[in-house]
């Protein structure tokens, strides 16, 4: 069998409040503990195990496949909260959405400043070499 990503821990400041910042911007189950975690249950079996640390937390990115329904109510949380958000990972173009190999994708920051990304399509090789 094929290697699957199971789970991945997201380091935060606060797990309570950054899992369910998560949870509340993807549209998912809320936050289970588990241990010494607060977990985020997304669609495909992957978890998101959030553990806090007491020394400044590095920023990641995480990227979340989502439909164009998904991304519409993602979008919307974005603005409700007033949140910045940008077309690129170099967040040069501030409040807006890009449109990739014909769909749609968003960044945004969690409270710890780790780079959100919703898209509507996947990236591939294939479609990566092709924009180059």
């Known amino acids: 069998m094929p290697a699957e990503l199971n789970h991945t821990i997201v380091w935060c400041s606060d797990r309570h409040a950054s899992s369910a910042f998560m949870a509340e911007m993807l549209g998912c189950d809320e936050p289970k503990p588990f241990l010494h975690f607060m977990?985020?249950?997304l669609a495909n079996g992957v978890s998101l195990d959030f553990?806090?640390?007491d020394r400044p937390v590095s920023p990641q990115h995480y990227a979340f496949l989502v439909s164009d329904?998904?991304?519409d109510a993602i979008l919307a949380r974005i603005q409700a909260k007033g949140l910045d958000h940008w077309a690129d990972p170099a967040r040069s173009?501030?409040?807006e959405i890009n449109h990739l190999f014909g769909g749609r994708g968003v960044y945004f920051p969690d409270p710890d400043g780790?780079?959100?990304e919703a898209i509507t399509r996947p990236y591939s090789t294939?479609?990566?070499?092709d924009a180059a």
């Open 126 to 129: 294939g479609a990566l070499d």
């Open 69 to 71: 329904d998904e991304f």
């Open 51 to 53: 553990m806090e640390k």
């Open 114 to 116: 780790h780079l959100l």
């Open 39 to 41: 977990v985020v249950s």
């Open 93 to 95: 173009r501030p409040g």
